[in-house]
Every structure is written in structure tokens, then in C-alpha cells.
């Protein structure tokens, strides 16, 4: 239960950023490095309880990589998705006066862009915290976050840059996105991370021990 609760905080400041960074008035580049940068310590936080995932897409590539069991893939991403949700449901309430309309976005590049960037996003996870050619390495958190950050940057002109099914569900409840579009970052996202477990597997099979609960850096080689 420890890790799915860490899932939950993690998820939770995330999305909690997300909302009070781009509710609150923040523009330009506030909003990406904040999102970046409190994903990254969040990762440094609970990577060692839950691997750090704080996001399904990485939850359903961890497992497809086979360092995830069976029996926390549903839980982690449930438990993600709440976080997100609560997440939303404080955002509203400390920034009543808000009143975000939902972006009209093509569907078609916001789809490709939601799928690159998970695929990206989850690759990075994979290769930076799980495999043991990177074993005990520093760098993980920074890793992901720039991703996510280097992300928003990237698409966040053609997408609402989620990257997150528990982001899109978060951003969705608090009127950031439209709800007939969930199913954009659901398709997109959970793709993506799929994908991108089976190219670390393709791309790097030496560097996938036996299945492991966390996805934090390994200690053993």
C-alpha cells in the first residue's frame, strides 16, 4: 500500500502544479519549469518507495519492460488517477475566480504530439532509471522532468502537452480540457508508453533483469 499512497502524492503535486501554475496567471516559461521541475523531485522523493512513476503511461511501460508485477498495474494507475483528481478538486477550490476555457486544438497533430512525447517521456524513464547499464546513477529525475519540460516547450503550441492520462483526467476536471477529449490523451498516451516499452525491450534486451516492483536506478548490476 506504501507505494500506491506515493503514487498518489506524486501524482497529486503534479497535477497540483499543473493547475495553480496556469490558473494562477503564470505565462511564458513559468508553467513548464515548474511542471518539470516539481515532477523531478517528486521522482527524487518516491522513486526509492514506488519507482516514481506518477503517471500510467509509465506505469504500463514499466510493466511492458518487466520490471512492474502483475498485480500493481491496475492499482498504480488508479491510484495515479486519483491523485489527479483531488489534485483538480484543490486547484478549483483555491482559484474560485479562475474560469479556463478549453483550447480548441486540431485533433490530428495534438494526437501525434501527445503520442511522441509519452513515447519520449516513458523511453527516458526506461532507459535512465531502470536499466542496469545506468545503474545507480544521480541523474534519473532530471532526466524525466527536463523531458516534460523540454515537451511543453516543444508541443505545447499544438497540444495541451499531458503526457499523462492522470493529467488529462486532472486538466479535464478543472476546465482546462474539454472531456469529449479524453479519449485523445488516453489513445495517445497510453501508446505511447506501450511503444516505448517494447523499443527498450527491442533496443536493449541485455538490460532487462528479472521483474522488479520499483523503477528506481538499481543498486546491482
Do not use: C
Amino acid at each position: 500500500m506504501k507505494k500506491y499512497v506515493m503514487e498518489l502524492i506524486g501524482t497529486f503535486f503534479l497535477v497540483f502544479t499543473i493547475g495553480m501554475s496556469v490558473l494562477a496567471g503564470g505565462s511564458g516559461v513559468i508553467p513548464p519549469l515548474a511542471i518539470g521541475s516539481i515532477l523531478m523531485v517528486m521522482i527524487y522523493a518516491g522513486g526509492h518507495i514506488s519507482g516514481g512513476h506518477f503517471n500510467p503511461a509509465v506505469t504500463l511501460g514499466v510493466w511492458i519492460r518487466g520490471n512492474l508485477e502483475n498485480k500493481d498495474l491496475l492499482p498504480y494507475m488508479l491510484f495515479q488517477i486519483a491523485g489527479g483528481a483531488i489534485a483538480a478538486v484543490f486547484v478549483l477550490f483555491m482559484s474560485p475566480a479562475a474560469a479556463p476555457q478549453p483550447r480548441n486544438l486540431s485533433m490530428v497533430p495534438e494526437l501525434l504530439a501527445e503520442y511522441l512525447f509519452t513515447f519520449a517521456l516513458v523511453f527516458v524513464v526506461l532507459n535512465s532509471a531502470t536499466s542496469k547499464d545506468n545503474a545507480g546513477n544521480s541523474f534519473y529525475g532530471l532526466a524525466i522532468g527536463f523531458t516534460v519540460l523540454a515537451g511543453a516547450f516543444a508541443v505545447g503550441g499544438v497540444a495541451s502537452a499531458a503526457f499523462n492520462p492522470a493529467v488529462a483526467f486532472g486538466i479535464s476536471i478543472m476546465g482546462m480540457s474539454a472531456w469529449s477529449k479524453i479519449w485523445v490523451y488516453l489513445v495517445a498516451n497510453l501508446l505511447g508508453g506501450a511503444t516505448a516499452g517494447w523499443a527498450f525491450k527491442g533496443l536493449a534486451p541485455e538490460a532487462a533483469p528479472p521483474p522488479r516492483v520499483s523503477a528506481a536506478p538499481q543498486t546491482n548490476p
